[in-house]
T-cell receptor
Framework: EAQVTQNPRYLITVTGKKLTVTCSQNMNHEYMSWYRQDPGLGLRQIYYSMNVEVTDKGDVPEGYKVSRKEKRNFPLILESPSPNQTSLYFC????????????FGSGTRLTVV | AQSVTQLGSHVSVSEGALVLLRCNYSSSVPPYLFWYVQYPNQGLQLLLKYTTGATLVKGINGFEAEFKKSETSFHLTKPSAHMSDAAEYFCAVSDQSNYQLIWGAGTKLIIKP
């Protein structure tokens, strides 16, 4: 089944403790992206990647890192999480541009205390 | 800069009534336009899209949307609401690269029995 898999689904952590949210897709898509979703703010892009070793900042990249060493994986790293990074995070991928649609993961609900 | 405006963060309709969710965009060139749906505790999935050709596009679950260039609108409609339509709906427009999407803030559709 074609899908984007995110792990974990839920995560509670403490301020300053480094964490990684994994994202993997099995569709050989070139494009991958991370979003955060907050009430009333919709989806805001954190980082995106057009292909292996090619990443770029989105609208809200502060406090986040990404890497794209393999085509299928695009992990999101929070080096020193803070409470304002408490949010619902989504990974998405696309093969060939937005016209083909994005495939989204099921989301990761992160709480930083 | 491109932007997407969804009128109403919450829309409430009775079961069996017409559903109308409004989306207006700003773009200097003809865009690609999308509606995505997010059911509770799930990721987003593509509902329908306009790229070229016929301006009335049909999507899944009986939804359709009409691209009106003169009004810069792409409103989503469904003739008769079902309880299962309760979800959050996002309108999006492609940017010039046609890889990135500009998102609206979302409209939560509430269905009353």
């Amino acid at each position: 089944e074609a899908q984007v898999t995110q792990n974990p689904r839920y995560l509670i952590t403490v301020t300053g403790k480094k964490l990684t949210v994994t994202c993997s897709q099995n569709m050989n898509h070139e494009y991958m992206s991370w979003y955060r979703q907050d009430p009333g703010l919709g989806l805001r892009q954190i980082y995106y990647s057009m292909n292996v070793e090619v990443t770029d900042k989105g609208d809200v990249p502060e406090g986040y890192k990404v890497s794209r060493k393999e085509k299928r994986n695009f992990p999101l790293i929070l080096e020193s999480p803070s409470p304002n990074q408490t949010s619902l995070y989504f990974c998405a991928s696309s093969g060939g541009g937005s016209v083909y649609g994005y495939t989204f993961g099921s989301g990761t609900r992160l709480t930083v205390v | 800069a491109q932007s997407v405006t969804q009128l109403g963060s919450h829309v409430s309709v009775s079961e069996g009534a017409l559903v109308l969710l409004r989306c207006n965009y700003s773009s200097s060139v003809p865009p690609y336009l999308f509606w995505y749906v997010q059911y509770p505790n799930q990721g987003l999935q593509l509902l329908l899209k306009y790229t070229t050709g016929a301006t009335l596009v049909k999507g899944i679950n009986g939804f359709e949307a009409e691209f009106k260039k003169s009004e810069t609108s792409f409103h989503l409609t469904k003739p008769s609401a079902h309880m299962s339509d309760a979800a959050e709906y996002f309108c999006a427009v492609s940017d010039q690269s046609n890889y990135q999407l500009i998102w609206g803030a979302g409209t939560k559709l509430i269905i009353k029995p």
